[in-house]
């Protein structure tokens, strides 16, 4: 007789909600979540925990010599983590994969209508348009002290925005600031020779 398979997850409802566990969320790769991460895990997850994956993220980026950006987008029905990424310009000499393009490449052929976007800055120009133009309904915003302005770029075009500041994000991308102008610069505008 053969025994009954029962499936153990990882993370389930029951698994406490600390920055420990949704740093390890942030690095395991997306595709491997569903193996690992029980349904009931995932309705725990308020805006303020997806938003500190986000810049969890945007740590990664900082540390791996990049700009601190990150992006996760969930499933708005389930609010299972469909994509996620973050910034990296420096370390794939890649000068728009930022965290909100890295986050949708990572989600794939998906209907974004379905999903929100978490961000732990303000989008720029370029990911603003991705954004509308891949038909996302809602971006919650982590950042719009160190950069802002598209907001309302997103909401003329039917996109619910939230700004959902998180203290720890908006620290980290200021010292990024001061310790990295040019590169910011870069980041933003590109490597102009004329400087604005």
Not at 45 to 72: F, N, Q, T
Not at 175 to 181: K, L, V
Not at 184 to 189: A, N, P, Q, T, Y
Request: proline share 4%; glycine share 8%.
């Amino acid at each position: 007789m053969t025994e009954p398979q029962v499936e153990i997850k990882l993370f389930s409802a029951s698994t406490p909600l600390n920055d420990a566990v949704l740093r390890t969320l942030a690095h395991l790769p997306t595709r491997s979540l569903g193996l690992l991460v029980a349904d009931e895990f995932w309705c725990r997850l308020s805006d303020a925990d997806l938003m500190r994956i986000a810049v969890l993220l945007a740590e990664k980026s900082y540390l791996e010599g990049g700009c601190p950006i990150g992006a996760v987008i969930i499933d708005n029905a389930s609010r299972r983590i469909v994509g996620k990424g973050h910034n990296t310009l420096v370390q794939e000499s890649h000068p728009y994969n930022h965290g909100e393009t890295s986050a949708i490449r990572d989600a794939g052929r998906i209907d974004f209508s379905q999903t929100t976007l978490f961000t732990s800055l303000s989008p720029c120009n370029i990911c603003t348009a991705l954004l509308i133009n891949r038909g996302f309904n809602r971006v919650v915003v982590g950042d719009v002290s160190s950069a802002g302005g598209n907001e309302q770029t997103l909401s003329n075009h039917g996109v619910a925005v939230k700004v959902l500041e998180d203290s720890k994000g908006v620290a980290l991308y200021q010292q990024f600031r001061r310790e990295q102008p040019e590169l910011e610069r870069e980041d933003w505008l590109g490597l102009r020779q004329n400087k604005d």
